[in-house]
């Protein structure tokens, strides 16, 4: 995709309220945005990489490994969530894999390159970490209320399917 394309992409994402068009347009600079083809392994659990992946198009299933070759999806991101924080922010590995539903669009950043703008632009650097913690924050909730909900539905059926 052209920079205008990544421009347009991230724009409309969580990760870029209250930036400026300026440092939106500093962020697609260093951001490579591709559509996955279905099925498509974003990453692995069990993997470390540095990468911020913005969901700006389609979904994503968070699975995890469950033994026996089987996996089980925990949940499902949307448009305008964020994939890798943890691994981004402190290196740590990915604790599920994330798989492609459809064809969704990704804008993908390194840690080394978004560093790099400290120097030159601290506010912008600040305001990205805010949002990730903001959509980070958003996630969790969803799935706290997703466990919340089967929970409440296995207790009222006393443990039947």
Same mark, same amino acid.
Request: negative net charge; aromatic residues 6%; hydrophobic residues 35%.
């Given at each position: /995709?052209?920079?205008?394309?990544?421009?347009?992409?991230?724009?409309?994402?969580?990760?870029?309220?209250?930036?400026?068009?300026?440092? $939106?347009?500093?962020?697609?600079?260093?951001? +490579?945005? @591709?559509?996955?083809?279905? *099925?498509?392994?974003?990453?692995?659990?069990?993997?470390?990489?540095?990468?911020?992946?913005?969901?700006?198009?389609? @979904? &994503?299933?968070?699975?995890?490994?469950?033994?026996?070759?089987?996996?089980?999806?925990?949940?499902?991101?949307?448009?305008?969530?964020? =994939?890798?924080? /943890?691994?981004? $922010?402190?290196?740590?590995?990915?604790? =599920?894999? &994330?798989?492609?539903?459809?064809?969704?669009?990704?804008?993908?950043? *390194?840690?080394?390159?978004?560093? =790099?703008?400290?120097?030159?632009?601290?506010? &912008?650097?600040?305001?990205? /970490?805010?949002?990730?913690?903001?959509?980070?924050?958003?996630? &969790? *909730?969803? #799935?706290? =209320?997703?466990? $919340?909900? #089967?929970? *409440?539905?296995?207790?009222?059926? +006393?443990?039947?399917?």
């Amino acid at each position: /995709m052209a920079d205008s394309e990544n421009f347009s992409d991230l724009r409309s994402s969580r990760l870029t309220e209250g930036l400026s068009d300026e440092q $939106v347009d500093r962020l697609s600079g260093i951001s +490579h945005c @591709r559509r996955l083809r279905d *099925n498509e392994q974003l990453f692995q659990e069990g993997e470390t990489s540095d990468a911020l992946c913005v969901i700006t198009s389609g @979904r &994503l299933a968070v699975t995890r490994n469950v033994g026996g070759g089987e996996e089980v999806t925990l949940h499902v991101l949307q448009a305008g969530d964020l =994939a890798g924080e /943890m691994g981004f $922010v402190g290196g740590r590995p990915h604790s =599920a894999s &994330l798989r492609a539903i459809g064809e969704p669009t990704v804008c993908t950043f *390194n840690r080394h390159d978004f560093e =790099a703008l400290i120097d030159s632009d601290p506010w &912008l650097v600040y305001r990205v /970490m805010q949002n990730i913690v903001k959509v980070g924050h958003s996630i &969790l *909730n969803r #799935m706290n =209320a997703q466990f $919340v909900e #089967m929970s *409440n539905y296995i207790s009222h059926q +006393h443990g039947r399917y």
